[in-house]
DNA sequence: ACCTAACTGGGTACACTGTACGAAGTAACT
DNA sequence: AGTTACTTCGTACAGTGTACCCAGTTAGGT
């Protein structure tokens, strides 16, 4: 199910956390672990079979180490996951972009729909909260740094990047669902649609939803290769940064 | 977190389940339950707990009856889901609209909208193979309608359709999940903001994050009340719209 | 009236989950 | 050497979906 949730800890514990502040003990055993080698293990994990299969023991077992041994390095599951976020939006390459705010805001779209595909899990990972460490800091000043200075508000600047955010969260997450049914079903879409059609005949679907069955059948003989998502998101990203291309200009000059 | 999945079970169990074509047996005791009285509890558990409260043993508890027993009328959890979903998808109201297409289709995202936050759980449910029960059927017809017959191929009439419920998706998570970790955190944005600032000025990150900085005080400070969903769905919608009407007029009138 | 087939309810078991608790071992300071 | 801080990790608990099996119930056939 869709859902592990992030920033659900204590503010003062997960700061440390994301920021390293760490002190390090003079006294005892020396730690066997890093925060880092375990976050490293959880990425592994949640890459190659999802959010589902970071389980603690799973992490634990990749390091070699008991279940219980993660608590000294992390406070909780949640708290790992919060530093995951962290390090994999330290994987965006944030580039300098020449040209105006729109060929910027393109390039924060582009760089986000990488990090998505590269690292699927985070479609299931609600971000209501996000955890405040370094690399989700520079994350929120690139693309803030995008439209700053032509005229919009400090409230509509914000506005507008969670706007193109949520667009390729939302054009990804059916992109990479589509590829993951495939795989867990072990059937193409038309195949699925081949494998229903005779038991809906025989219900008599096609007179009760005439536009229903011939949409439905012209989409499963189109789409027998992988959906074409690429398409999709050109074109949406298209329309929406010509919405904001109208606030813009109405921004920089208003008619009343 | 985000996912349970819909249609992963056998085709033919399926649409009989959906469909509710299985002949009663004549032996043996008559059966306490029904499937619309099981799919009716597991719809008040999912309403109130979400889709992570939704378990067999919390279903069957509910009905005053064993776990074991819901797998006499259904085959799992999946089937279970995917007849959940037919059946909310019945609650639509399904209106027919005086007015063009573009009535019609802002229609059709205003009744969703109202149905994903009746059932925030469907926001947590990946549905890339609908389950084809006959509200499904229905409401893909609806939709479809709004765009027949204004010059788009059966393909583009698709798109058009998953491109509006995608937005509205996208649009009504974001506002539950803002909704919801209110409450799960018992912190408005404003009150969590403030929790941090003074470990993030420790950091020092003002210097580093200047427009994040600016921007996100000024976020925090703004939203204290419930984040204003209205106001972004609407703008966002009428965004979407304008995009569909210049695929429509390129359509009917081509240049080239 | 009685047998049997078909059916229903549900107990137990298995392999999972996150993590609280506490025992046992180790290293550095006094 | 004793104390203190720190490590690893086994066990336990309350959950999860559901496979398997057995006991009880009813209708049809004889």
């Known amino acids: 199910m869709n859902t592990e949730h992030s920033g659900s800890g204590d503010p003062a514990r997960s700061l440390e956390l994301l920021w390293r502040r760490r002190r390090q003990p003079t006294r005892g055993p020396k730690p066997a672990l890093t925060v880092e080698g375990i976050v490293e293990a959880a990425l592994r994990i949640a890459d190659a079979e999802g959010i589902g299969g970071m389980s603690m023991r799973r992490v634990a077992d990749e390091l070699g180490v008991g279940a219980m041994t993660l608590y000294r390095y992390v406070p909780g599951k949640a708290e790992l996951l919060d530093v995951m976020l962290d390090t994999v939006y330290g994987e965006l390459p944030r580039r300098d972009v020449d040209g105006d705010w729109r060929a910027k805001l393109d390039e924060v779209a582009r760089e986000n729909r990488e990090l998505y595909l590269r690292h699927p899990w985070l479609l299931q990972v609600a971000i209501s909260r996000p955890p405040l460490g370094p690399h989700v800091m520079a994350k929120y000043e690139y693309e803030l740094s995008a439209v700053e200075g032509i005229g919009l508000t400090d409230i509509e600047m914000d506005?507008?990047?969670?706007?193109?955010?949520?667009?390729?969260?939302?054009?990804?997450?059916?992109?990479?669902?589509?590829?993951?049914?495939?795989?867990?079903?072990?059937?193409?879409?038309?195949?699925?649609?081949?494998?229903?059609?005779?038991?809906?005949?025989?219900?008599?679907?096609?007179?009760?939803?005439?536009?229903?069955?011939?949409?439905?059948?012209?989409?499963?003989?189109?789409?027998?290769?992988?959906?074409?998502?690429?398409?999709?998101?050109?074109?949406?990203?298209?329309?929406?940064?010509?919405?904001?291309?109208?606030?813009?200009?109405?921004?920089?000059?208003?008619?009343?």
Chains 1, 2 share one sequence.
């Open 159 to 256: 506005d507008t990047v969670a706007l193109v955010n949520g667009y390729v969260h939302g054009a990804v997450r059916t992109a990479v669902e589509a590829r993951q049914v495939i795989q867990r079903s072990g059937m193409t879409d038309k195949e699925w649609w081949l494998a229903h059609v005779p038991h809906l005949d025989k219900i008599g679907d096609a007179q009760k939803f005439p536009l229903a069955s011939r949409v439905g059948t012209a989409v499963g003989n189109e789409f027998e290769a992988p959906y074409d998502s690429d398409h999709a998101f050109e074109y949406g990203l298209a329309r929406l940064l010509d919405g904001v291309s109208a606030l813009v200009e109405n921004r920089s000059g208003p008619k009343d």
